[in-house]
Each structure stands twice: as structure tokens, then as C-alpha cells.
């Protein structure tokens, strides 16, 4: 089965200063990964997907992600963080055999202070 | 005009009570998802339906009943409801069961058993 894993669980990091959220995947065959992310009680939200492609993913809010295939890497970064980036983070990898479900990893959440 | 969207947003009930959620999507998208969140904010997916024909169905209790009488509604029955349901529930759809662009979540549902 394919998984993805998040090695922290709360990411903390001042405004203005570069953001990475980890994020390490297990497929079988080419993977689909995803990006989403949660703000106190609502929905996720879509941020970026890599399917094929330029190993960099550029997406929403100014998030970008770098697919690395040699590190089974989808790292989520963003140059400069703001205080509105603080939420809950989600990676996803597609499950192409299992009715292409969206496994998500256990989240990372993020703490931007001013 | 929201995309994807639950009723109730909160639901508080008894043990040993029934009740339903509801889900509605104005996308035209193919595919609907159940997805629950634990407290831990863990995401994993229940069931999913194609065109009213349901793809996934994970390992839950059978209890747990998804109905979907249109490709834009997906509802989630929940017979003898237990503490250990109280969770957020999410629906979500895609285009297509490869969900390829991604999927579009709603608000969620809160569910506290008492």
C-alpha cells in the first residue's frame, strides 16, 4: 500500500523566515502526491500536486514543493512564512490500487510567530 | 455558492442513537468521499462512490452505512452511534476516480457522542 510519512509534528518558525514541511512517500510505481492544508475548524484545502513533471511544484499562497526521487522526498517550502501560514498541513500520495483513495499522512502543524 | 458542503456542521447525540449527515456537491465531479478525523487530526478514509457505485469501502463498522442516490449527493448513516464515533467527518469529490486535480473537501462535520 502506498503511505507517506511526517516526521514532525508541529513545525515552528518566524515570520519572514524560510518554511519546510517534511514529507516522505512510499509508492509503487510513479507517485501522485498532494498538498493540503487546514485551518482551525474548516476543511482542507488544496495547495499543490505533483503528477509528472518539473520536480518543482508551484501552488497556492506562495507554497512550492520539490518532488526528489532519490530521497522519496515531497518536501512543502515557502521563502518567506507569514503568521496567516500557521495551520495544519497535510501530504497525501494517491493510491492508484486501492480506487485511487488519498492516503494522508499525520499532518504537520505549523506555528508562524510575528 | 459553496462547493462541497455538509449539514450539520455540529451534531451532539446520545449513545446508542441514529443519525445522518449530508453531503452535496455542485462541482459535475464524478467521485465522493467520506473521510474521518480523529482527535489526533489523523485522516483516514471510509468510503467512496463513482457515479453512485460505491469503489472504497475500508475496513469500518457496519454501522456505518453511505447512500448515494446522485453522483452530486453522498449521505453517511450512523446506526447505535458510540463514544468512539465522535470525530469530524469530511466529504469530499473529485473528477474522476483518479481524483488527479485533487479533491475538494467540505467544512466538515463535528460529531460528539454523549
Known amino acids: 500500500a502506498q503511505s507517506v510519512a511526517q516526521p514532525e509534528d508541529q513545525v515552528n518558525v518566524a515570520e519572514g523566515n524560510p518554511l519546510t514541511v517534511k514529507c516522505t512517500y512510499s509508492?509503487?510505481?510513479?507517485?501522485?502526491l498532494f498538498w493540503y492544508v487546514q485551518y482551525p475548524n474548516r476543511g482542507l484545502q488544496f495547495l499543490l500536486k505533483y503528477i509528472t513533471g518539473d520536480n518543482l511544484v508551484k501552488g497556492s499562497y506562495g507554497f512550492e514543493a520539490e518532488f526528489n526521487k532519490s530521497q522519496t522526498s515531497f518536501h512543502l517550502k515557502k521563502p518567506s512564512a507569514l503568521v496567516s501560514d500557521s495551520a495544519l498541513y497535510f501530504c497525501a500520495v494517491r493510491d492508484k490500487a486501492a480506487g485511487n483513495k488519498l492516503t494522508f499522512g499525520g499532518g504537520t502543524r505549523v506555528l508562524v510567530k510575528p | 455558492d459553496t462547493a462541497v458542503s455538509q449539514t450539520p456542521k455540529y451534531l451532539v447525540t446520545q449513545m446508542g442513537n441514529d443519525k445522518s449527515i449530508k453531503c452535496e456537491q455542485n462541482l459535475g465531479h464524478d467521485t465522493m468521499y467520506w473521510y474521518k478525523q480523529d482527535s489526533k487530526k489523523f485522516l483516514k478514509i471510509m468510503f467512496s462512490?463513482?457515479?453512485?457505485?460505491?469503489?472504497i469501502n475500508e475496513t469500518v463498522p457496519n454501522r456505518f452505512s453511505p447512500k448515494s442516490p446522485d453522483k452530486a449527493h453522498l449521505n453517511l448513516h450512523i446506526n447505535s452511534l458510540e463514544l468512539g464515533d465522535s470525530a469530524v467527518y469530511f466529504c469530499a469529490s473529485s473528477q474522476g476516480p483518479a481524483g488527479s486535480y485533487g479533491y475538494t473537501f467540505g467544512s466538515g462535520t463535528r460529531l460528539t457522542v454523549v
Open positions: 462512490y463513482n457515479n453512485k457505485e460505491l469503489i
Open positions: 509508492v509503487s510505481g510513479n507517485p501522485y
